[in-house]
């Protein structure tokens, strides 16, 4: 519980408490504290973007849990392991290791994971711009959040990954929609969700080639990212200051911008935008 305490705190301190719990499990050979202490560590590993490590503790968890029969840990560990690989750009795999995992949610009928599912698999094929395919699963996962689940955060999170769709479909004021609504959900206090949405907003505005609103919301972003040391969440919102600028006519702060876009996106080896940037 302490390990886990630290997931998004310090994930060093996940490790080391997941390493000492995981000896005492060893000693007693308590199965199901030996699948937690690799998940964890697995889990360490993920927060500092160290993904093949990541996997190899995922691996040993994935394995006992299928020894154990436990769905409920297979089916977690499946959804991590395809997240991994979606940030590895490996998105054929990510989606084998999400439909895997969707197979486990839908046979137990576990329909806030499967919403939780359906977002991933959107975010994989939104990536590879197939949008009305993107939709069509994040569209099923909004559905069951408002059913089943009282998360607003995982339904914010949705609502500005539709936005994303329907702005890779230059359909932008739907997008701009779809991102005020998802801003609207969350309370000041959630930092990190809001610094999704409010990015997402100015680079609607880009699109909308209104620059001075664009600014203001990425400006508003980044803010918070730099506060929270949002690493993934920065990239895209410098990258959206550069466009604004380059509208704006300011050349040197346009590349000022992308350089530390790119400098963050070679450090976390973040292909996809490593190539953007």
């Excluded at 994040?138 to 994303?164: C, D, F, P, W």
């Excluded at 309370?187 to 809001?194: G, I």
């Excluded at 909308?208 to 600014?215: G, I, M």
């Excluded at 506060?227 to 990239?235: K, L, S, V």
Aim: no cysteine.
């Amino acid at each position: 519980k302490l390990s886990s305490s630290y997931w998004y705190i310090d994930p060093q301190k996940t490790i080391k408490y997941a390493e000492e719990a995981l000896d005492l499990a060893v000693q007693i050979n308590f199965k199901k504290g030996i699948i937690t202490g690799y998940n964890n560590i697995g889990v360490g590993y993920y927060q500092q973007n160290k993904y093949e490590e990541a996997l190899q503790w995922y691996n040993k968890a994935l394995a006992l849990n299928r020894e154990t029969g436990n769905f409920l840990g297979e089916g977690h560990v499946l959804s991590n392991m395809g997240l991994i690989y979606w940030k590895q750009g490996a998105l054929a795999t990510a989606v084998e290791y999400y439909l895997q995992s969707l197979k486990i949610w839908e046979d137990h009928h576990l329909e806030n994971e499967m919403a939780s599912l359906f977002d991933n698999l959107g975010n994989v094929y939104n990536e590879q711009e197939e949008y009305d395919r993107a939709l069509s699963y994040y569209l099923k996962a909004v559905a069951i959040q408002k059913k089943y689940s009282n998360n607003e955060h995982e339904r914010s999170m949705t609502l500005s990954n539709i936005g994303t769709a329907y702005l890779g479909k230059n359909e932008n004021q739907q997008a701009l929609k779809y991102f005020l609504e998802s801003l609207d959900l969350l309370s000041n206090d959630d930092r990190e969700s809001r610094t999704v949405s409010l990015s997402n907003i100015g680079l609607t505005y880009i699109e909308l080639t209104n620059s001075e609103r664009a600014e203001a919301y990425l400006s508003e972003a980044l803010v918070l990212q730099e506060e929270i040391e949002d690493a993934d969440g920065m990239i895209h919102t410098l990258l959206g200051l550069s466009k604004t600028s380059q509208l704006k006519g300011d050349l040197k702060k346009s590349e000022a911008y992308g350089r530390r876009a790119l400098n963050i996106a070679l450090k976390i080896n973040d292909r996809p935008v490593l190539a953007e940037a």
